[in-house]
């Protein structure tokens, strides 16, 4: 067993050796490391009068994640879909969603693929960031190949991760995000740690 786990810190400390980032990337601020502040970054590609970001609270009120700017007399107050985009679990407060106005109708956006399309066009990092949560990527800010990137004209390149099963496996990837078609392509670059505690729920 101690073998094991000696050579598992020998081949992560190896890993981190392999995976170089380019000198021209930037490392992604701390705060957009967390979901919940990356949506008033969001330039909607389309006019709505309204939107709010909300979760499935029971409490309208704590419910609310964002919103953005709302004419006085308006108010929206329509029932919770039955899920959301970035499920994190079954019951209350385990999902969000986006509801907006247009039109004077009521839009829904409750699933990742309606998430991107609520984005459209991605104009800055942070929509970069929830784009490719869509997918299953996000953000350690822990290093440099987990939480790096760089703008261009029409691409926003990252470096994130991607964390799956029990005990928890850990990969960083290379991310590409196209920024006038939201198309992302990704690039393994390898697992760089391990969680052995991690007990089945």
Not at 10 to 26: E, G, N, R, T, W
Not at 158 to 184: A, D, T
Request: aromatic share 14%.
């Amino acid at each position: 067993m101690k073998a094991i786990i000696a050579f598992s810190v020998i081949f992560s400390s190896l890993l981190y050796c392999q995976i170089k980032v380019p000198d021209d990337y930037k490392k992604i601020p701390d705060i957009l490391d967390t979901t919940d502040y990356l949506y008033p970054f969001i330039v909607p590609d389309k006019d709505y009068a309204y939107w709010r970001v909300l979760s499935n609270d029971m409490d309208y009120e704590k419910a609310v994640i964002y919103e953005s700017q709302a004419p006085d007399f308006m108010t929206i107050n329509e029932p919770v879909p039955e899920r959301g985009f970035f499920q994190r679990c079954i019951g209350n407060n385990c999902f969000s969603y986006i509801l907006a106005c247009k039109n004077d109708r009521s839009v829904y956006f409750s699933n990742e693929q309606q998430l991107r399309d609520f984005i459209g066009t991605v104009d800055n990092l942070p929509e970069a960031i929830l784009l490719a949560k869509t997918y299953g990527y996000s953000v350690d800010t822990s290093t440099l190949f987990t939480g790096a990137y760089k703008i261009e004209e029409n691409h926003i390149l990252m470096y994130l991760m991607q964390s799956k099963g029990c005990p928890v496996v850990k990969e960083s990837f290379w991310v590409k995000i196209n920024r006038k078609s939201g198309k992302l392509e990704a690039r393994k670059n390898g697992i760089y740690a391990r969680d052995e505690n991690c007990s089945p729920l």
